[in-house]
């Protein structure tokens, strides 16, 4: 039995939801440059779920479902203010969701239509959750979920507390419709896992937040974002950029495991980035990025993914820069689950093996005589 680190190229399971071909990827056979363009989050999501997009009814039906869900039950926000303020962002969601569960008289119902019901609920509560633990945090009361508006528009009105303008809702949809499914991502694959052994979603999906929360994966907007503070101003770039390519530092928002010429998501934050730039009137972060993008490009051939720009977007949209993965969270939760879905389907325990590397014929020492 030979390993494969990092399971690189290993095809683990099939699935019908998201492929990447060629460097293309899709939801459900629809190219993403075209849903990024056209859908909104919630049509997303839908197709994730039910394989198709949604007929008009069948997409007020969705919202109407995702309003009626929203809301968290007392004892979830009550146990977040006891979270300590200065909680990384993404633990307090996983403890959070986690604790959802316990509130949830279906959490152990493993029927299909249960199951789906409770993908539909989670993806309602994230966006309150998060906003609750980022107001609760700054001392500030959480802010009830309104009806009758997306899930972008709801999460930006319950973070401020005020009506967010149309450009932030819209680009934070067109970001949410971009981080959406991944196929196998190391998230999605731990979501498998966690549910192949018939344990419920809810640990599926706290199973997943822990993956996504690694610089490695989803914690990598985070990181980009830390790293322009780093950097601070356009005259800076070159140089930290070279030191840390002359250190071997890893240059986080570049690279990928399946992509070797490009993440196609990366383009639609980039434009994103620019043109928030442009409205704000501030194109440093993304002047800065452009730059570092093409000094590691030009140099390690590496190319931008779907981290990179989000985190001058989200800056842009004046989100804090530890809410950024909790984001990717609220987004690739419609993934997670519809996998977890699939998953249930056609289940079957998934129990990889491992290369022994250790010693061979050991034997047991007495405690004394060690
Ligand atoms: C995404 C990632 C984890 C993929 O990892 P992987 O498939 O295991 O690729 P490896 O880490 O083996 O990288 C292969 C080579 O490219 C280099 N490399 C990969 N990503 C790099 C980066 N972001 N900066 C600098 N060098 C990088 C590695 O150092 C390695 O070089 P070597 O062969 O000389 O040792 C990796 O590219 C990375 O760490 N990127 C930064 C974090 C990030 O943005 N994650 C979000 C992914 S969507």
Do not use: C
């Not at 409770?118 to 959750?129: G, W």
């Not at 991502?185 to 549910?195: D, E, G, I, M, P």
């Amino acid at each position: 039995m030979t390993a494969t680190k990092g399971l690189e190229g290993i095809v683990a399971t099939t699935s019908s939801i998201s492929s990447i071909i060629d460097g293309v990827l899709t939801y459900r056979g629809i190219d993403i440059d075209e849903l990024a363009e056209h859908a909104s989050f919630e049509e997303v999501a839908y197709l994730l779920w039910y394989g198709k997009l949604p007929s008009q009814s069948e997409l007020n039906g969705l919202r109407k479902e995702l309003d009626a869900y929203a809301s968290v039950p007392a004892e979830v926000i009550e146990a977040i203010r006891l979270y300590p303020k200065d909680t990384n962002t993404m633990a307090a969601l996983r403890t959070a969701v986690s604790s959802l569960a316990l509130y949830d008289e279906a959490a152990g119902d493993m029927s299909a239509e249960a199951n789906l019901k409770k993908a539909i609920k989670l993806q309602a509560q994230l966006p309150t959750v998060v906003a609750a633990f980022s107001r609760i945090r700054e001392g500030k009361e959480p802010i009830a979920p309104k009806s009758g508006v997306s899930i972008a528009h709801n999460f930006l009105y319950m973070l401020n507390g005020e009506e967010p303008d149309e450009v932030a809702v819209k680009a934070l949809d067109q970001a949410l419709v971009l981080h959406a499914d991944h196929e196998l991502n190391a998230s999605t694959f731990a979501a498998r896992v966690t549910v192949a052994t018939l344990s419920d979603i809810y640990s599926g999906v706290t199973s997943a937040i822990g993956a996504l929360k690694g610089p490695l994966h989803g914690g990598a907007n985070e990181a980009v974002m830390v790293m322009l503070e780093e950097i601070g101003s356009l005259d800076r770039v070159e140089s930290i950029i070279q030191d840390k390519l002359n250190n071997k530092e890893k240059i986080m928002g570049f690279g990928h495991r399946v992509y070797k010429n490009g993440d196609p998501r990366a383009k639609h934050l980039q434009k994103m980035s620019r043109e928030l730039g442009k409205l704000t009137g501030n194109m440093e972060l993304y002047e800065m990025s452009v730059k570092i993008e093409d000094i590691v490009t030009g140099q390690k051939g590496l190319k931008p993914n779907v981290d990179f720009y989000s985190a001058s977007v989200y800056t842009t949209l004046k989100i804090a820069r530890d809410l950024f993965t909790p984001i990717f969270a609220i987004s690739r939760l419609s993934g997670w689950t519809a996998h977890i879905l699939e998953q249930y389907e056609n289940n079957r325990l998934i129990r990889p093996r491992a290369e022994y590397t250790g010693p061979s014929s050991a034997r047991y020492i007495p405690i004394n005589e060690r």
